[in-house]
């Protein structure tokens, strides 16, 4: 069966520090992969996606990057964090067939 | 540009009603439609799937219907119990897109 792991569940850090979440999916070859972000009291907010390796859509010009260096990990970077950048951050995958989409447990930053 | 709403933000019902959440989205031409639950802190977790070929799915205690034509779904909840009480999401994926639009949810309590 198929799992996504993302990590750390919780980060605080300050300002103008970088970044770096770490999405992988077990289980199954060539997924779609997401980053969401859900800022509190508000929907979700599709941040990147990628069909394939290297491949990489930004939905939202910000502070923050996408990379897909494996075909199952997917990586969302900032070289400078800001406040605005707090929030609860989702990976996700779906199959190239668009399917069912399968979410992970969530990273909650906090940018101090 | 598909929007996704979802009536009501919270509801509170007391244990054992049946209930109805309801989803509606602007624009008929979507590949599928999925439903959510978020627990406090938690990310996502799938419910039910329907395709736009579709009209309903059941799930357990869960039935969630698509009137596509008419931009609507819901989600109906039979015999509530009090671990129902969750967030519940739902998310289009338009035709020929990779992405998931999501609604900003219906926060539900089902009291003792």
């Known amino acids: 069966s198929q799992t996504i792991h993302q990590w750390p569940a919780t980060l605080v850090q300050p300002v103008g520090s970088p970044l770096s979440l770490e999405c992988t999916v077990e289980?199954?070859?060539?997924?779609?992969l997401y980053w969401y972000r859900q800022a509190a009291g508000r929907g979700l907010q599709l941040l990147f996606y990628?069909?394939?390796?290297?491949?990489i859509s930004s939905e939202v010009p910000q502070n923050l990057s996408a990379s897909r260096p494996q075909d199952r990990q997917f990586i969302l970077s900032s070289k400078k964090l800001l406040l605005s950048d707090s929030g609860f951050y989702l990976c996700?995958?779906?199959?190239?067939?668009?399917?069912?989409?399968?979410f992970g447990q969530g990273t909650r930053l906090t940018v101090v | 540009k598909q929007e996704v709403t979802q009536i009501p933000a919270a509801l509170s019902v007391p244990e054992g009603e049946n209930l109805v959440l309801n989803c509606s989205f602007t624009?008929?031409?979507?590949?599928?439609l999925q439903w959510f639950r978020q627990d406090p802190g938690k990310g996502l977790t799938s419910l039910l799937l329907?395709?736009?070929?579709?009209r309903e799915q059941t799930s357990g205690r869960l039935n969630a219907s698509l009137d596509k034509s008419s931009g609507r779904s819901t989600l109906y909840i039979a015999a509530s119990q009090p671990g129902d009480s969750a967030t519940y999401l739902c998310?289009?994926?338009?035709?020929?897109?990779?992405?998931?639009?999501f609604g900003s949810g219906t926060r539900l309590l089902v009291r003792p």
């Open positions: 996700a995958w779906s199959s190239t067939e668009n399917t069912e989409a399968f």
């Open positions: 289980g199954t070859s060539n997924p779609n």
């Open positions: 990628s069909v394939g390796i290297g491949q």
């Open positions: 624009d008929s031409a979507i590949y599928n």
């Open positions: 329907i395709q736009s070929s579709q």
């Open positions: 998310a289009v994926r338009p035709s020929g897109s990779y992405k998931l639009i």
